[in-house]
């Protein structure tokens, strides 16, 4: 049985990726997936990293939680906006003050490479944007997902990182967004 943590980025209540994210664990629950899902605004945590990885920030409960849910889950799927062509800052919170040292990560010593502790985990990311996705990735370059998929998940050893770029959201019909949450609910039965 495939485990999957649905981590649910946006900060604001009843937008469009609630019914993506809702199609997507609807379908993958019927096709036999066990599904988690973090809600990052309902949950309580400084998102402030304040001394970085020279500190003692200790977790929060729900951080605590969260980072077990990782380790629970087989295929992890992010489903946030595009902003400012990266992604909310409670999300970037989230990562830095759970993807630490020790539990997603290890610094190698003697000039090795990093061991990278969450490798055996496939992601997904379904981002929403108002740009339309060509101008995101041939003019802006999708700095946001390339920092997810590279800089963050891969680094950690999630992989592969496939990316669904939705947009454009300010312009987009009632077909086109049916036509994004049919392929949410294909993901959900694919599992992946």
Not at 140 to 148: I, L, V, W
Request: glycine share 6%; hydrophobic share 40%; proline share 5%.
């Amino acid at each position: 049985m495939k485990n999957i943590l649905v981590i649910h980025g946006h900060p604001v209540k009843d937008t469009f990726i609630d019914c993506l994210k809702d199609s997507y664990i609807e379908s993958a629950r019927n096709a036999g997936a066990e599904v988690r899902e973090l809600v990052l605004r309902e949950l309580q945590f400084e998102i402030n990293f304040r001394e970085g990885y020279r500190g003692n920030q200790a977790l929060e409960p729900d951080l605590v939680n969260a980072q077990q849910q990782i380790l629970w889950a087989n295929h992890l799927i992010f489903f946030y906006p595009n902003w400012w062509a990266t992604y909310p800052a409670q999300l970037k919170g989230f990562i830095d003050r759970t993807l630490l040292p020790g539990f997603a990560f290890k610094y190698a010593s003697n000039g090795k490479p990093h061991l990278k502790l969450l490798k055996g985990k496939t992601a997904r990311l379904v981002v929403t944007m108002d740009s339309p996705v060509w101008y995101y990735y041939l003019i802006m370059k999708a700095p946001g997902h390339h920092s997810m998929r590279k800089a963050i998940l891969e680094f950690c050893g999630i992989k592969p990182v496939r990316i669904n770029s939705l947009g454009s959201m300010r312009k987009s019909t009632e077909k086109q967004r049916l036509r994004w949450i049919n392929r949410m609910k294909k993901y959900g039965r694919n599992m992946n």
